[in-house]
Structures are given as C-alpha cells and as structure tokens.
C-alpha cells in the first residue's frame, strides 16, 4: 500500500510505501543505495528499527499513535540498533538529511492517511 506523508497542509512525501506483511517489513530498505526525496517508508506498530545491511545512512522519524513526532534521528548509519522508543507508535524512515530539509521536528503534527491521521 502506498499513501502519502504530511505537515497540515503540506505534503511532505508523495510516495509512502506502508509496511504492513512480513515481507516488507523485513525488507524495509535493504540494500537500496539511494532514496529520492520524495519517496519514504512507514512501519505501523513499529517502535523500533535496526539498520543492519543497509548500504546508506537514513533519517528515522518515530511517531504516536495519532502522529505528534516524538523522535526524529539524522542520517542514522549502516549497523546500528534502536531499542524501543518511548511514546512512540511507528516508524518513518526517510533518506539521509531529509528531516531537516523538511522541517520536521520533534513535537510536529503528521498525517499519513492510512496508518495515523
């Protein structure tokens, strides 16, 4: 499933790939080398993430339940682990520097049809 990914009115991702099956969620985005701007991946029920074999730093977005951003991690490197995140109910993860060049911050609203509105 595919939705989009939004500040109030401003759509920040147009192309957000939802992990819902096993698959997906195992895959996430693994051995991708590159991850346009435009495109992101959200884990529902997803309070934490590893990025073993993965080939490029990431953005790391975790948010509620009804979607206020309680983490935001830049440009987390290759072979790390995050344990559970506290108050937090899923996971964005976006290409490196993207979170700062879209302005998101810790305590921001977003809106991703689908998953939290």
Not at 72 to 98: C, M, R
């Amino acid at each position: 499933m595919k939705t989009i990914l939004r500040k109030e009115n401003e759509v920040l991702i147009e192309q957000c790939v939802v992990a819902r099956n096993f698959f997906t969620r195992f895959l996430g985005l693994m051995g991708r080398t590159h991850l346009p701007a435009n495109e992101a991946i959200v884990f529902p029920k997803c309070n934490s993430i590893h990025t073993f074999f993965m080939r490029m730093p990431i953005d790391v977005v975790f948010v509620s339940a009804t979607g206020e951003v309680v983490r935001v991690l830049n440009s987390l490197s290759p072979w790390k682990l995050l344990l559970p995140i506290k108050g937090a109910a899923h996971t964005i993860e976006l290409g490196p520097d993207q979170a700062n060049q879209k302005k998101i911050r810790q305590g921001d609203r977003l809106i991703c049809p689908g998953v939290f509105e």
